[in-house]
């Protein structure tokens, strides 16, 4: 059974700060995404990552992909508020069928 | 263009009963999903269309669920004798073919609450 977990589950930085979350999954996947939730809100693409060292980089955030570690990275640079909300990696085996983590809640202070 | 749209947005029902939750994709995508998210947590996989079969439905978490998709576009998910625990938002999402850089794109979800 593929499982997914993230880490850290809630996490409150400063603005201007940087900061790394991590995704963990269990067996081989063939794609891993990474998405945004808003409160309240439904979930929106940030990144497909398909590759063993495959990086891609969107503003302030950037992720990379290592699948012999079965590990994702989310970074995050410089944070600032609006980059407040959950962030949840999720994998599929091309089936269709994608396994997510559990999310990482994070708040931006001023 | 027109994104995913799901109907209702809330629906409050009571224990027993039976609902239906609808789901419009977006033109030309023949890939739809359906996930149910609880609080706190990501969204769990329910089905999987491609076109108008069910490509995957393991994650159907008993024969009270069923989902069809007759033409290829709108889906129904649809729920008999409704439990509590069976309150979270049901998720849609669809995408253009499932291929291999396919990107799902989310519908804004319904809330169900069972009483």
């Known amino acids: 059974e593929l499982k997914v977990e993230q880490n850290p589950l809630f996490l409150s930085m400063q603005e201007g700060k940087n900061y790394t979350i991590y995704c963990n999954y269990s067996?081989?996947?063939?794609?891993l995404y990474w998405y945004r939730q808003d409160p309240g809100k439904s979930l929106e693409s940030l990144f497909v990552l398909l590759s063993n060292g495959a990086v891609k980089q969107e503003g302030r955030l950037m992720a990379s992909l290592d699948t012999k570690a079965r590990l994702s990275t989310l970074h995050i640079t410089a944070a600032v508020h609006d980059l407040s909300a959950t962030y949840f990696c999720?994998?599929?085996?091309?089936?269709?069928?994608?396994?997510f983590g559990d999310g990482t809640t994070l708040t931006v202070k001023p | 263009g027109a994104g995913v749209s799901q109907t209702p947005s809330n629906k409050v029902t009571e224990k027993g009963k039976y609902v239906e939750l609808r789901c419009d994709p977006i033109?030309?995508?023949?890939?739809l999903y359906w996930y149910r998210q609880s609080l706190g947590q990501g969204p769990e996989f329910l089905i999987y269309f491609q076109g108008t079969g069910a490509a995957d439905d393991s994650g159907l978490p008993n024969d009270r669920f069923f989902a069809v998709r007759p033409e290829g576009s709108v889906s129904t998910l649809k729920i008999q004798r409704t439990e509590r625990g069976d309150s979270a938002v049901y998720l849609c999402?669809?995408?253009?073919?499932?291929?291999?850089?396919?990107?799902?794109?989310f519908g804004p979800g319904t809330r169900l609450t069972v009483l």
């Open positions: 999402a669809s995408s253009l073919a499932g291929g291999a850089t396919d990107t799902q794109y």
């Open positions: 999720a994998v599929d085996r091309r089936t269709g069928k994608s396994t």
């Open positions: 067996t081989t996947s063939d794609r």
């Open positions: 033109s030309g995508h023949t890939a």
